[in-house]
């Protein structure tokens, strides 16, 4: 079945520095992989995904990238805010199409 | 986007009782889902509540445990049976949701926090 690797388990940033968050998977059928970010208390909420026709995506401040042949995809978040902390997780799917998620990333923006 | 709610949003209860959660979306959905997150942990796939017929239980979840209903396109409920403290953990409902823009996508309620004494 698909395993997804996440890593780093937690990263701590200086506000306005950027963060990067890496996860690999290993069923080579999976298509798409979304990411969600959980603040305290809250529900996972969708904050972008990609599609595995896809090899970069883009929205404001965030993006993510697709390396299909190695098996990995990541997070980019620019220009960070305290706003910005949070739990993120990567997903990805299985051959039956249900997501399988990382164990998660703690991420810290210190002012 | 699909909204979706969830009742209790959280609860404290006592070892061998039930609780009923209740999940409601703003809009029909085919896909609707219910994963357990354990404190500090990822999310843990329970079943999929598949609308007119039995839930499809992932690898370590049982009916027994997890009894869910799906009786319409917008509602499910999961009971967590017979607790215990191991059952301590965010119970989150979620949708697959289609547009033409972004295809299906996957979106969670806010989660119901169970405590169990």
């Known amino acids: 079945g698909e395993n997804v690797e996440q890593h780093p388990s937690t990263l701590s940033v200086q506000e306005g520095d950027s963060a990067v968050i890496k996860c690999t998977y290993s069923d080579s059928a999976s298509n798409y992989f979304p990411w969600y970010k959980q603040e305290l208390g809250k529900g996972p909420q969708l904050i972008i995904d990609?599609?595995?026709?896809?090899g970069e995506k883009k929205d404001q401040r965030i993006a993510v990238t697709l390396n299909k042949t190695a098996k990995h995809f990541s997070l980019h978040i620019t220009e960070t805010q305290p706003e910005d902390s949070a739990v993120y997780f990567c997903?990805?799917?299985?051959?039956?199409?249900?997501?399988?998620f990382g164990a998660g990333t703690q991420v810290v923006v210190t002012p | 986007s699909a909204v979706i709610s969830q009742k209790p949003s959280r609860d404290i209860c006592q070892r061998g009782t039930s609780l009923t959660i209740q999940c409601q979306v703003d809009?029909?959905?085919?896909?609707m889902f219910w994963y357990r997150q354990q404190p500090g942990q990822s999310l843990t796939l329970i079943a999929t509540?598949?609308?007119?017929?039995?839930?499809?239980?992932e690898s370590g979840f049982v009916i027994d445990k997890f009894p869910i209903s799906r009786p319409n396109l917008t509602f499910s409920t999961l009971t967590v049976s017979n607790m215990s403290p191991e059952d301590s953990s965010i119970y989150l409902c979620?949708?697959?949701?289609?547009?033409?823009?972004?295809?299906?996508?996957?979106?969670f309620g806010p989660g119901t926090r169970l405590l169990v004494l």
């Open positions: 809009s029909q959905v085919t896909m």
């Open positions: 509540a598949n609308q007119g017929s039995e839930a499809t239980y």
């Open positions: 997903a990805a799917t299985d051959s039956w199409g249900k997501l399988q």
């Open positions: 990609i599609r595995s026709n896809v």
């Open positions: 979620s949708v697959e949701a289609a547009s033409l823009a972004a295809g299906e996508t996957q979106y």
